[in-house]
């Protein structure tokens, strides 16, 4: 591309736009104001015809530089898809005509609608450039599977059918995890009326006749230090050798532990022999070696067993798990089934109160186990008393009493723990505690915290962020490999608890996103929800301070400090929020196409009347991704949007600059309406911490309004949602209303 | 003529729900060419129809957004519409796909400025909205709609409202002579991922679906509860429009039912915990259920419903509806049999949990499949180059549909990626 | 009879539900039953049952033997079907009610005076005289089943009924005497009797 750039606007009059709005003015302002250096009309410049004019000028003339202005920039994104130049979209249909009511009257605040948001455009695209590769990217094709379960060997097996080379990494001297010392598992296909082969042998066999999967046993990563397509991860043995790997993307697939049983004295795990947990069963039938299972205190053969479901688990008690772990009603009816299998005519009783089997397969082998005469009892046990035989109290829900049952064995269905690492954020309460109390007390979470699994080399610590419960989850329903370290996925039980071919099932999913991860490192292309995006943050080292906001508030750990404290930014962790950009109170982290300076030119461009003119200005910062669907959305419907009111799109909430509130206030704005994303438990920020991000660093915007001696209602925070048609429009007229009510800015001049 | 471009390495992804969408997203991402085929007029399939999910209560157009950017923006998936896989022959790495394009009337031109709905007068009854409401015969499907271009009904070719809706448009988007067309393509794998439809309540015959109004079903409820909605967001009773006091949910409407579906369709009683958020906190509630099935975290959210005042729990399949011609309130009779009680309550308003069928039945399936006895496609080996995704395989709710969506992408690039290895 | 009970309660010990499988008419399928409830909510006689057949599955596989033999709701059931037409397991309650009836009758634990046992009784051995039912006579055998006066008294109440049921020719009077036969009357009850000698085989095989 040449050096030279080169600006062109081109406004479009379909859609109605020619009819509501002096295009000619449009044109004017774009090369009067905005200084294109040309700017042409067209009457659909989404037609294939008005596509190729701007791509003969773009071949033709050399021009680097677009400015459109016709639609919102989410309509029509295949049309005008121009990637070897910088573009910018003036939004005059969803933005202007289509929010303000077609009348003489509203004519003039109409055309000074549309012409700001041309000069808008043409400021923009006046401060960016096109991103592209930095072309010092190499693709790494290695995948690095973390634990050598049911899931790690799938995620291995499965990335290498798709050949990458795997390196697969165990703690313990062999495969197979939790899993492999089973007796059978769940069945896995219909018609799942039986328990069902333990599939762990054949997986070891195929992992070891893989010659694209490398086993490193009884080893653990003594430190993964880099980013997606660079990782390099030591390996050390437990006999103290180690050898550095160059991987390109990480599975952590390092399972789950039982529950501690001890924890629960009323059915006496540990005070008779013949109480097990759902876990310890499992030896006993293996050991069994095909005969009837025997009693652990005496090796008589078991003639009853009871099991009890829940045992420690969705229930509010101290030490008990909150959570269901997922699959322990499946595993009692597998369980009882050994008995039916092994021990002829014994009876097996499961006391449960909601059977949670779910699916077709759940519900199958529901029926299953009821005709294989397990008895199924609606009934919560409330005590276990130990003896010669094991006497179970229990409420049963359907004969409405409180009655027991005696048993040879007692089963306690318990529950499943992540097998995680530290949370990050236990590390950095740690670090950010402002007196020695809070010290005092995080660091206690800190000293009880699991060992590192991954130990990486990151500025946000050594493992991947624990949602809820220590589960490395994501909180999305719609992204579930949504990862707050890119290129790192957690697979299996330690992500949430689940059985055997949901782990298989989750595994094949995370080998792909490793493997998405690693091809995409090496284009230099960002990861989801920015899939693609090529613009990537860097920082000017003259202005920073070593102030550390960026690399402490980027929700995605992508930042690393060097030994003077300045960033270290790493391309392929970043998801490109701008999150750094929003914190950096010295504005010197830009994008090349999205920057401190790219809105401030937005927000300085906008023409601000004269007081006696009473035409209020309103700044309206909407994330991209909820509150600016919405207001195109509410556009659709026809809702009003008052005429004082300039909406700039930002990548998220996160992004928002101090900076661009307080030159909007200075430059005689009279309110700034912010929208993003919730933030609360239930977040629904894209980037998980950018809205939080914001709203905090937006508290303290009352010290900057009181030292300009504004109102504070002339600075608003919202949580929009996508659904907000109606109010999100109406929280920008509300603030209009606000500004009438209180007076114009007497920043005007 | 829709022109597709397309290999050996091709992956063919049919249907593009929530399950479809991920698995042809996270292929192409990965830079694999990627044919979309989807029946419906836009993406996004039966979640775009939802108004929150469980158990976070957010939207699931707010990840239709980032989804459709990412469509957007991807130059390697080509998504075609309103089309039917009617054939696939071939095998694992070499298959020959044949799709049925019906006409849209409505060209690439279109700006989804609105002026031929404006023109056009007839209306039909809008299955977005489970025909809840109309709709015109040149319409939108839904707001965000990708891709965001008009539909004219068939019905009204031939007429004068065809004619205006051609007459009012500026761009020459509407064209009438567009034909059903039938094309063939490559493709090396296949992604089965046509999802779930909704249990027919009409044949749960004593819950009276058929004969009585405030008798609803669990999707319809999600439109009605919609602020986007038909009713503005408003619970109103179909019957008088009567505000909505008291609203009973049955659950197992359709499944673990051998007279229905055999299998339990996992997400109805989430759905039905998330959907007793919805009235204000003044409506009673009542859940008649057989099994809650709360999976891992979600029994939290099942503590914080169970913790309201205004929701009880009966363990209790309810045997029969009956109206009450006076008021028009469906009777609930049944037995609570924790403790052996009767009851015959009434409600203003009763929800119908219905299950989830796969939406392809047994043989209806235009290539050789293993399915099982549910009608769910079997992880069989025999399927050769063909994977399904999502509701396809199983009743799964949208986090679980989209993991084993991702999964099934990464299946059909390693067939893809041999073809690739041996084909140099 | 108590015999037999006390060979049963011996032989099945501590699991009822397995006796229920072995001697009772469809007994195999109580196992099945998830507890949802919707047999006994749509049992049209359902508020007369003491225990709904839902309750009764729970009992059986509680080991409540001596209250499900002894209950008579078993014998409320009048076979209209709503419950197997809508049972999601498929179970089929009324064959298994009446299973359980003939069970509990057998092994002499019926409450004395059931008026659906009682009626039982008396229309089988009516059935068993002459082949056929005699319906005069098993009109009369129920309304003097409680001794002569009241016998006389129900008479009374439903005169109309019988004299409608006798100007329809509904009803013979002249079967009072005797009444006809089937054909092969000798035959019929030997043939009836040799079924009998299986069943009680296979309960003393049961033993």
Known sequence: MADEKKFAGYVCTGCGLGERLDAGQLETTATRDGKMQSCKQHEMLCSAEGVQLIKDDIANESVTHVMIAACSKRAKVEAFNFPEVAMTRANLREGVIWVRPESDENQETTQEMADDYIRMACAELKSMSQPSASGEQTLNKNILVVGGGITGMTAAIEAAAAGYPVHLVEKSGKLGGALGSYYKVIPTRSPYDAPAENPVPGMIEAIEADDRITVHLNSTLAKTEGAPGRFNVEVATESGSSETLSIGAIVQASGWKPYDASQLPEFAHDKSADVVTNHELEALAVAANGGPIKRPSDGKEIKSVCFIQNAGQCSDKEGHLSYFSGVTDLVSIKQAMYFKELNGDCDTTILFDNLRT????????????????????????????????????????????????????????TGMEPNSGPDPYAQLMVDEAEDEEEKAKAQAILENAPPSILNLQYRQGTDLPHLKNGFNDSHFICFPYETRRTGIYAAGPVRRPMDAQQARDDATGAALKAIQAAENAGLGRAAHPRSGDLSFPSFRKEGCTQCKRCTVECPFGAINEDEEGYPMYNESRCRRCGTCMGACPVRVISFENYSVETVNQQIKNVEIPEEWDE?????????????????????????????????????????????????????????????????????QCHFVRGSAMAAERMSKVGDTLDTLNLEPERVILHEVAITDVERAPQLINDMAETVEKIGLSPFKF | MTEVIATNETILVVGGGISGM?????????????????????????????????????????????????????????????????????????????????????????????????????????????????????????????????????????????????????????????????????????????????????????????????????????????????????????????????????????????????????????????????????????????????IDRFEDFYQTVKAKENVKFIKSKVASIVENKENGNPTLHGVDTEGYKRYADEHDLVVLAVGMEPSVDKESFPVEIVINEEGFIEPAPENGGVFAAGCSSDALDVNRAVQHATGAALRAIQVVNRVAATEG | MSDLNTAMIEKYRSNFLKEVEANVEEGEWVKMCMQCGVCSGSCPLGKHWDHPPQEIFMMIRANKRDEVLGTDSMWMCTSCYNCIARCPRGLPITHIMHGLAVYSKRLGLTQKKQP????????????????????????????????????????????????????AKRMNPMEFFGGHSVKDLSGFQSMVKKAQEIEEGNLKEAK
């Open chain 2, 22 to 294: 991920t698995a042809a997203l996270e292929a192409a991402e990965t830079g694999k060419q990627v044919v979309l085929v989807e029946k419906r007029p836009y993406v996004g399939g039966r979640v775009t129809q939802l108004f929150k999910y469980f158990p976070k209560l957010c939207f699931p157009t707010c990840g239709l957004e980032i989804n459709q950017r990412r469509a957007k923006m991807n130059p390697n998936l080509n998504i075609i519409t309103m089309a039917e896989v009617t054939d696939i022959k071939g095998e694992a790495g070499n298959y020959t796909a044949t799709v049925k394009i019906s006409p849209r009337y409505i060209n690439e031109n279109c700006t989804a400025c609105g002026d031929c709905a404006k023109a056009v007068e007839t209306e039909f009854d809008d299955e977005f909205n489970y025909n809840i409401g109309k709709r015109k015969g040149a319409y939108l499907p839904h707001r965000m709609a990708h891709p965001q271009r008009y539909v004219l009904d068939p019905a009204i070719i031939g007429t004068d409202d065809a004619q205006k809706a051609k007459e009012a448009c500026k761009v020459n988007a509407v064209d009438l002579d567009m034909q059903e067309e039938t094309i063939e393509f490559k493709a090396g794998a296949v992604i089965w991922a046509t999802g779930w439809k909704p249990y027919d309540a009409n044949k749960i015959q004593p819950y009276g679906y058929d004969r009585i109004a405030n008798v609803i079903t669990s999707v319809e409820f999600e439109r009605m509860a919609d602020p986007n909605g038909p009713t503005g967001g408003k619970l109103q009773r179909p019957s008088d429009g009567k505000e909505v006091k008291s609203v009973a949910f049955i659950q197992c409407a359709g499944s673990r039912d051998k007279n229905h579906l055999l299998h339990c369709s996992r997400i109805c009683c989430m759905a039905s915990l998330k959907q007793a958020t919805y009235p204000a906190d003044d409506v009673d509630i009542s859940i008649y259920y057989i099994d809650i099935r709360a």
């Open chain 1, 358 to 413: 779910p699916g077709a397969g759940g519900e199958d082998f529901y029926r299953a186990g009821q005709q294989a005469m397990v008895t199924f009892s609606k009934g919560i046990a409330s005590e276990v008393m130990p003896g010669d035989s094991l006497t179970v109290k229990f409420e049963d829900k359907i004969l409405n009493e409180q009655t027991e049952m005696v048993c040879d064995l007692v089963v306690l269905a």
């Open chain 1, 615 to 683: 035409k209020p200005r309103i700044l309206v910062l909407a994330c991209e991704n909820d509150a600016y669907p919405a207001l195109d959305q509410a556009a659709q419907a026809g809702v009003e949007i008052n005429p004082w009111a300039r909406v700039i799109p930002v990548r998220c909430l996160g992004s928002v600059s101090l900076s661009w509130v307080t030159d909007a206030l200075n430059n005689g704005y009279d309110g700034i309406v912010m929208m993003g994303c919730r933030r609360d438990d239930d977040y």
């Open chain 3, 116 to 167: 659906t046992a009682e009626f039982s009784q008396i229309f089988w051995d009516n059935l068993m005289k002459k082949g056929r039912v005699n319906e005069l006579k098993l009109g009369l055998s129920m309304y003097f089943k409680d001794g002569f006066g009241q016998g006389v008294k129900n008479a009374m109440a439903n005169q109309k009924l019988g004299q409608n049921m006798m100007k």
